[in-house]
């Protein structure tokens, strides 16, 4: 390599330094930092009150699937609003309905995989709840989605034995493996109201995107990378009035780091952050250090780290296109507060919107911090 192509590839390091140092001086940019932590404890509390609300019981009678059943919805419920107590029998489910302890009451009988394999499985789940309950239509979708998750697995190995019995083995390992992995399937629900002749589809494609809306922590982070993204358009118009870095970078390249460098720093505040959220959701009341460090593995880290990346890579672009759109910088700077309610608002934050007007699901596309939530 030439010395003046190596002197140039340190000049483009020091003016990126340079960068980076000014972003943390300025007030501003400390606040937006300060802020993350501060969001996600707030939104974190939020969860925690969210989630002590929504309480079904189940009674899953002893039989062949009850144990897998019961360790399904426990796995579903650190990932949910809605929290399954489980009950020794139908008694106690209906009880805690009629305490109103809990919202509503399932009991799965004890021969409920019978009953599936063999079609027969009609009104054989007993259902209590309360006057009240606004959340028995999405318990009722949980335990659908557990039964035909081990009806699915049930069918899978009885092919395989008939089709391919040497390799019974293999099959059942990739399907243990990439069941679950957001890689294969993409289940989607159907169900009809008796009162109705329409069949209505839930229409959630991507699970990761349901887990976003129900926990808001990610969200709050993505549209605070975005306001940081935003912040570089700023200091790029500054730059290019008082001709600061025309010497070192065109204006092209240097809008894409002002953008990008703006990014950086909260990008990795959120993923520290986003480490403590799930390290405290995890640990719960057994809060230990050692059980905090077992939270996330080194792939984790490079995962999640990656997906920052990636996110960084589209606010970039969107940033891009705004300038393209704005391009003074009164507009941009007016449009920053608009774009940030209006991310709030339409990208699955807090709620899905478009779940229940179709209109928000055309809006969501529209903000990176939808973009995000799908990674």
């Known amino acids: 390599m030439k010395e003046k192509e190596v002197f140039r590839i340190k000049q483009y390091f020091i003016w990126i330094g340079l960068l980076a140092r000014r972003l ?7 606040g937006l930092l300060l802020l993350i932590p ?4 707030a939104v974190g509390l939020l969860e925690r009150s969210a989630g002590g609300g929504a309480v079904a019981a189940v009674c899953a009678e002893q039989g062949s699937w ?5 360790a399904s919805l426990q796995e579903q419920a650190a990932d949910s ?15 805690l309905v009629l305490l109103e302890e809990a919202d509503c009451g ?5 021969d409920i995989e019978e009953r599936v394999l063999q079609g027969e499985y009609e009104q054989c789940i007993a259902v209590y709840e309360t006057a009240a309950s606004s959340i028995t239509g999405m318990a009722k979708e949980r335990i659908a989605g557990v039964l035909f998750r081990l009806y699915s697995e049930y069918r899978y190995a009885a092919y395989m034995e008939q089709t391919a019995p040497e390799a019974v083995g293999y099959a059942m390992e990739a399907y243990a493996e990439h069941l679950s992995d957001e890689s294969t399937f993409d289940f989607r629900y159907f169900y009809h ?12 494609g991507n699970d990761t995107i349901v887990k976003a809306a129900v926990f808001p922590v990610k969200g709050v982070f993505a549209v ?3 306001v940081a993204g935003m912040c570089g358009m700023l200091e790029y118009e500054k730059d290019k009035k008082e001709k600061r870095f025309m010497r070192i970078a065109p204006n092209a390249l240097t809008y894409l780091v002002d953008v990008w ?11 520290i952050c986003l480490w403590i959220t799930e390290g405290l959701r995890a640990c719960g009341d057994s809060f230990t250090p050692g059980g905090m460090a077992a939270v996330w593995s080194a792939g984790m880290w490079l995962q999640q780290a990656a997906r920052l990346l990636l996110y960084q890579c589209i606010v970039t672009v969107y940033c891009v296109i705004l300038r393209v759109l704005l391009r003074r910088q009164e507009t941009i700077a007016a449009a920053i507060p608009v774009l940030t309610l209006g991310s709030l608002l339409c990208a699955p934050v807090f709620i899905r919107l478009g779940s229940y007007l179709p209109v928000f699901a055309v809006l969501e596309k529209l903000f990176p911090a939808s973009y995000y939530l799908l990674l």
């Open 24 to 30: 943390l001086r300025q007030p501003a940019y400390i």
């Open 224 to 226: 605070l990378i975005f």
């Open 261 to 271: 460098i703006s990014t950086v720093f909260v990008s990795g505040a959120v993923l």
């Open 106 to 110: 399932f009991v799965i009988p004890a």
């Open 193 to 204: 109201d008796p009162n109705s002749q329409n069949i209505a589809d839930t229409g959630d």
């Open 81 to 95: 609003v809605l929290r399954f107590t489980f009950c020794e029998d139908r008694e106690q489910a209906k009880e």
């Open 66 to 70: 009850s144990s897998d059943i019961v």
């Open 38 to 41: 501060v969001a996600g404890g």
